[in-house]
């Protein structure tokens, strides 16, 4: 069975750092484009960076300069580093895998997410 797990997520001031990661089971991340979304309470989810099967990367305008997506394929991971976070970077944070693109729609494999609060 094909499974994502989220996991770094948490508390952080404002201008803190967090580095997420998305661990894969079932089968191999590096033939895969992976997506990470997020969805804020009460906002869609929205697509906030993607590293594709060739290590292409994009980011979302709100997050460029400050996330940076990263591939490990001997740990099988997908990791992204968020910088100088803002309160409006506090949502769940999802990861996706498809073997499509970076950028279709429905996509094949998500995991549960990881919530990360940024507060004072």
């Known amino acids: 069975q094909r499974q994502l797990v989220e996991s770094g997520g948490g508390l952080v001031q404002p201008g803190g750092s967090l580095r997420l990661s998305c661990a894969a089971s079932?089968?191999?991340?590096?033939?895969?484009?992976i997506g990470w979304f997020r969805q804020a309470p009460g906002k869609d989810r929205e697509g906030v960076s993607c590293i594709s099967s060739t290590d292409s990367t994009y980011y979302a305008d709100s997050v460029k300069g400050r996330f940076t997506i990263s591939r490990d394929n001997a740990k099988n991971t997908v990791d992204l580093q968020i910088n100088s976070l803002k309160p409006e970077d506090t949502a769940v944070y999802y990861c996706?895998?498809?073997?499509?693109?970076?950028?279709?729609?429905?996509?094949?494999?998500w995991g549960r997410g990881t919530l990360v609060t940024v507060s004072s």
């Open positions: 996706s895998a498809d073997r499509g693109s970076c950028f279709t729609k429905n996509r094949e494999i």
């Open positions: 079932g089968f191999t991340l590096e033939h895969y484009h």
